[in-house]
């Protein structure tokens, strides 16, 4: 009796999550599947590391310090739009998307591809916004669990998202002066 009950379940599950993914849709083929799976690995990933730092003993700060967020935000910004831009790390992300064409001073512009469930993947390690979600998780961990490392890495990564600043200002006043 309770596998008819579970079978019939199952289908108006099934049907509702089809109707939603159509409706949402509008036409447009969304990996919702795709998405679902990569939150909940993220909220795999998130909890992991709280296990660890739990299991570690380390205490939790009443707040982050304003010095460690500017720092965290320009590690993090500086490492997302290392690992889903770069030419450097395009090995990477080649089995998830397909090169497009230069965006940027040493960046690529890639897309997704959409075969193999891959579509997904494809749009996180392309996207920095969605990167620098998992790297801010990643640095946040680090921070409790190894500070003084976690910080000297992300000065690097600070100084390296100034530097990149510089050569981009110094490239727009050259422009400037030269009148291109």
């Avoid at 109707?19 to 998405?35: H, N, Q, V």
Wanted: charged letters at 20%; proline letters at 6%.
């Amino acid at each position: 009796m309770s596998t008819a009950a579970d079978n019939r379940l199952s289908r108006r599950l099934h049907g509702f999550l089809r109707s939603t993914k159509k409706d949402y849709s509008a036409g447009a083929e969304r990996p919702l599947g795709g998405y679902l799976t990569a939150m909940a690995g993220f909220g795999a990933y998130t909890a992991a590391w709280a296990t660890v730092v739990r299991l570690r003993g380390r205490p939790l700060p009443d707040r982050p310090a304003p010095s460690d967020i500017v720092l965290t935000s320009l590690a993090a910004f500086r490492l997302s739009r290392l690992l889903s831009k770069a030419s450097v790390t395009s090995p990477l992300r080649a089995p998830f998307t397909r090169y497009v064409g230069p965006q940027g001073p040493a960046e690529l512009h890639e897309e997704a591809r959409a075969e193999g469930g891959k579509d997904t993947v494809g749009e996180l390690m392309t996207c920095p916004f969605c990167m620098s979600v998992w790297v801010v998780s990643t640095l946040t961990a680090g921070q409790l669990l190894w500070p003084r490392a976690t910080r000297t890495a992300m000065g690097g990564l600070a100084a390296l998202a100034g530097a990149d600043a510089l050569q981009l200002a110094y490239a727009a006043l050259v422009d400037k002066t030269q009148g291109e």
